[in-house]
């Protein structure tokens, strides 16, 4: 199975090229983590596969945090600022623990991340639009299977 996640578009005009990526490789998911939920509903609209979105602080109210099963695995997926993903994945791993989670999807720091620790795959697709601290723009590639988990960033 293949899961593209993103996070982090802002609504930007940037944003129209993954559009395209998805219609041209066809992801069995995408998983968007949040501000730019508008984005995460034009991939949607394409009709190519399931979308799993949760807002951020930059978005309107909405789910702010969403479980989805994939190959036997449990992804949680958060925007990250309410675990404070910008100083620590402490209270994520504790999030994902108390989900059962054997991933978390993240966003919010504008920074790539793909962390094994205590179990748990940490990723952070990085922000395809606004990239901080010298990243370029990022999305991963999560391919699933029941017996591997492999996470590969994507420049943008």
Known sequence: MTVFVVSDTHRSFLFAPFLEIVQA??????????DG???????????ICPVVSVAGNCDAPGARERTVQAEGHTILVTHGHLFGAESSSERLK???????????CYGHTHTP???????????????LCRPRDDFSATYCRL?????SIVPTLVPF
């Not at 391919?143 to 017996?147: A, G, H, K, L, Q």
């Open 25 to 34: 490789q066809k992801p069995d998911m995408v998983i968007h983590c949040g």
């Open 37 to 47: 939920v508008c984005d995460a509903e034009d991939i949607a609209a394409l009709h």
């Open 94 to 104: 504790e999030e994902a623990r108390a989900q059962n989670a054997d991933i978390v």
């Open 113 to 127: 991340d793909l962390t094994f620790s205590g179990g748990i795959w940490l990723i952070n697709p990085g922000s």
């Open 143 to 147: 391919s699933i299977t029941r017996e």
